[in-house]
């Protein structure tokens, strides 16, 4: 990671990752984690701890949660959760809705993705708000210390947001890590007698069955079932790649620093 012009002027300094890189952190987080709480790395991740017992001491900052915030009561309309950076703590809202619509539902994809898409502000951008005394040159003081995340780039549409599209690629890989995700998505296929992709792409009623089955192994939302399977190039996705060139993007990649 390192530091370069943030060509979108939302922040001082913008935040270059190179590839891997995310990926690296969120299994180094989800290994620690399952260290840290004694138990098996199931393919749900257990979110509430994650955010309130495991990352306030992996940042070694106090966390203040709180999953019924009234964001969209307070003139932040499509605010799905916001991450507020203080001094010395780090402030995690969740859209009360979303946590309600959960509860009510047992369906919990839209609640996890939202929270862990919050986690991944606080780990890979905490060093935009929060300054290091130890270090020698001080970052710019941004005019706001509130990341606000719309449903829109939650939901992986963007225009220009690479911080957005950061958190979101720490959730995927937090959520949906690499070698668990295609081990049950080639199990479940060929459950189905299907030994290729393109067969099951081909065939919408077991593509569905499938995508349904990973979004209950893992707990997401089907949307980000079939959002990572396009990420780890499993499926096509010539629809987001056309969206991105439409904003002035090279590819998906170019995003990841606003780069176009």
């Known amino acids: 990671m390192k530091m370069i012009k943030d060509k979108t002027g939302t ?4 935040l270059w990752f190179e590839d891997g890189e995310i990926e690296a952190l969120a299994e180094k987080h989800r290994q620690e984690f399952v260290g840290f709480i004694g138990e098996t790395d199931n393919p749900a991740l257990q979110v509430d701890k994650f955010i309130e017992i495991y990352l306030p001491r992996a940042l070694h900052t106090e966390i203040i949660f709180d999953p019924y915030a009234d964001l969209n009561d307070a003139g932040e309309p499509d605010v799905l959760g916001s991450t507020d950076f203080h001094e010395d703590q780090i402030e995690v809202k969740i859209e009360r809705l979303i946590t309600q619509g959960a509860e009510r539902s047992s369906q919990w994809g839209r609640y996890n993705a939202t929270v862990i898409h919050e986690a991944g502000h606080c780990i890979l951008h905490r060093m935009l708000f929060q300054n290091d005394p130890n270090q020698q040159e001080l970052l710019l003081q941004p005019a706001t210390r509130k990341i606000s995340c719309l449903e829109k780039t939650i939901d992986g549409y963007y225009t220009g947001e690479w911080w957005e599209y950061q958190a979101n690629q720490f959730m995927a890989n937090l959520l949906m890590p690499k070698e668990l995700f295609l081990a049950h998505l080639e199990m479940e296929r060929n459950a189905y007698g299907i030994r290729e992709n393109k067969g099951l792409v081909n065939n919408e009623y077991l593509f569905n069955a499938v995508v349904g089955y990973l979004a209950n192994t893992f707990q997401v939302s089907k949307q980000a ?10 499926i096509p996705n010539r629809q987001q790649e056309e969206l991105l060139q ?4 090279v590819s998906i990649g170019d995003v990841l620093m606003g780069r176009g």
């Open 11 to 14: 922040f001082s300094r913008g």
């Open 225 to 234: 079932v079939k959002i990572r399977l396009q990420e780890l190039k499993q």
């Open 246 to 249: 439409r904003n002035g993007f």
